[in-house]
């Protein structure tokens, strides 16, 4: 399987030498790096290259670094059930700027760029239905950065006098506790299996 994977990526970095791209073999995956601008082409030849013939696109899902400047992973998995193999293609972008869509190439892009678009705040330019898919329609922001707070922003829940769905601010009930697991008042009297090993 390396050495098919091997020739794969030399084969697509001698094809696609004007794009950049550089690729690495990793725990027995391929995987493929290029920028935002190439992409589409990169995706292509995949897909229609008689070498490759990645004709399946699996996923494409996003990743948040905040700390670099392009803090977003977009990555792109597909599969060749003619090569039995599978390539990760990686780009890094930013929150301002846009990815072209792949969605001409993989009809199946569609919904993946929706859910990335929605979780992570990646805009696809090109892209027939750009919309959230996965949160609210007036939901704020984009639950799976890593600056996104873990309680969200708003709750939402029925409100009896009002007959219908309201959405108000997060109100924590109670302050951060610290618990002392060993108090007599948490936890159980009996010995837990394998406790009186600790005392020998």
Known sequence: MDETLMDIGAHVAGALADTGLTWSLDHDELNIVTEAAHIVQVLRFLRDDATCRFCCLIDISGVDYPERERR??????????????RVRVKLATDEESPVPSAVDVFPAANWYEREVFDLY??????????????????FSGHPLRKDFPTTGYVEVRYDDEKKRVVYEPVKLVQEFRSFDYLSPWQGPDDPLPGDEKAGQ
């Open 121 to 138: 705040g990646v805009r696809f330019t090109g892209h027939p239905d750009l919309r959230r898919i996965l949160t609210d329609y007036g």
């Open 72 to 85: 977003f992973d977009v990555v792109y998995h597909l599969l060749s059930p003619y090569q039995n193999c």
